[in-house]
């Protein structure tokens, strides 16, 4: 079996052909396979594409990543933190449009703390009959995320940012390890959350090797969902006179994930949709089948500022979303706020 073959029959095909196929500007290879994982995503999801709400509750972070402008060294940053009040009046507006995931999104910050989260979640399940939570906020002790669990929480996202040790410490200030990271994705996993790992694409020093190595992870690890999205440069940090990922090459990371662990959920990211005129769209034609559009109270949105340029209004705000909709419908999907849960078992 050559490695095409092997990708449309979901088994992995060796580092050096996996190398290979990224390397190939085939345009006609990469409609083929983008074709085959949009074929695959029908077979498991339907038509559907997936609307979650995000909510990006604080913009204070204690980590210092060389990449994110939330970086605690960025003094530029402006720093909010949304009270219970305005996350819970967030959710229920979000509710009142029918959405039935809400997405917990913030920096690592130590004010709120695990009884304060567990409130929170306690709270939007009481009042938001019938959806699901997703947590995204970092790296926390097992118990946390225990707790976290117990009060109610459905999912977590962690991205991993990079498979490789090495790469990870070129990312990160050495305080920061990709061994916690990854322990803590394990962690979350055993607990039963539905959990999401997820890497940028076109970070400083990646190199192909690394993104056939992201995916032979994805076939270890099994996560329900996976995060990707290219790097886009941030004026505020370390990492501000890298160029940014390819789109090209985060549509073939996405439809090689799509193929290989076919019933992932694959959300097209705002990254994405920020760094190309029609990216998301792109990104559900290469086999994502997630959008995840922004419910943040209006002010904050442009606070919440981890690479330049993100978008936040038109189609990427909760306001837009018969914009997204109509979007969506576009190129033949129906926009879909129920729960949503993830095909992969635990
Ligand atoms: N470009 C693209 N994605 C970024 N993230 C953080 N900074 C950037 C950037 N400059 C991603 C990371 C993080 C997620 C919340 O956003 O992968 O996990």
């Not at 490695?3 to 390397?23: D, T």
């Not at 074709?35 to 999801?45: I, M, P, Q, T």
């Not at 005129?277 to 949105?301: D, K, Q, T, Y």
Request: hydrophobic content about 40%.
């Amino acid at each position: 079996m050559d490695a095409i073959e092997k990708l449309l029959n979901s088994v992995l095909p060796e580092k050096k052909e996996l190398i290979a196929l990224l390397e190939c500007d085939d345009g006609e290879v990469w409609e083929k396979l983008f074709g085959a994982a949009r074929a695959v995503c029908e077979k498991h999801y339907g038509n559907k594409v997936f609307a979650r709400g995000l909510i990006e509750f604080t913009s204070y972070c204690k980590n210092d990543c060389f990449y994110c402008g939330l970086r605690r060294s960025n003094s530029k940053a402006q720093r909010y933190r949304l009270s219970f009040g305005e996350i819970l009046e967030r959710c229920e507006s979000g509710y009142a449009l029918g959405f039935r995931t809400f997405v917990l999104q913030g920096g690592e910050d130590g004010y709120f703390d695990d009884e304060s989260i567990c409130r929170i979640v306690r709270e939007i399940k009481r009042r938001c009959w019938g959806c699901a939570v997703t947590l995204s906020l970092g790296e926390r002790p097992t118990d946390s995320f225990k707790a976290f669990f117990d009060a109610g929480a459905d999912r977590y996202l962690l991205r991993h940012e990079t498979v490789s040790a090495r790469h990870y410490a070129l990312l990160h200030p050495p305080e920061m390890s990709y061994a916690a990271r990854i322990d803590c994705l394990y962690a979350l996993k055993a607990i039963g959350f539905q959990t999401g790992c997820g890497f940028m694409v076109g970070t400083p020093f990646q190199t192909t090797e690394m993104l056939a190595d992201e995916l032979a992870f994805l076939t270890q690890f099994k996560p329900h969902m996976a995060g990707i999205g290219p790097f886009l440069p941030h004026r505020d940090t370390p990492f501000k006179d890298f160029g940014g990922g390819s789109v090209q090459t985060t549509l073939k990371m996405l439809a090689l994930s799509r193929l290989l662990c076919p019933e992932i959920l694959l959300p097209a990211t705002t990254a994405l949709g920020t760094a190309a005129a029609g990216g998301r769209e792109r990104g559900i034609l290469a086999g994502a089948n997630v959008v995840m559009p922004n419910l943040s109270p209006a002010s904050c949105r442009e606070k919440y500022s981890i690479y330049d340029n993100k978008l936040n209004m038109g189609a990427e705000s909760s306001e837009g979303l018969a914009e997204l909709a109509a979007r969506m419908k576009k190129i033949g999907r129906v926009l879909a706020t129920c729960r949503g849960d993830s095909l992969v078992k635990n």
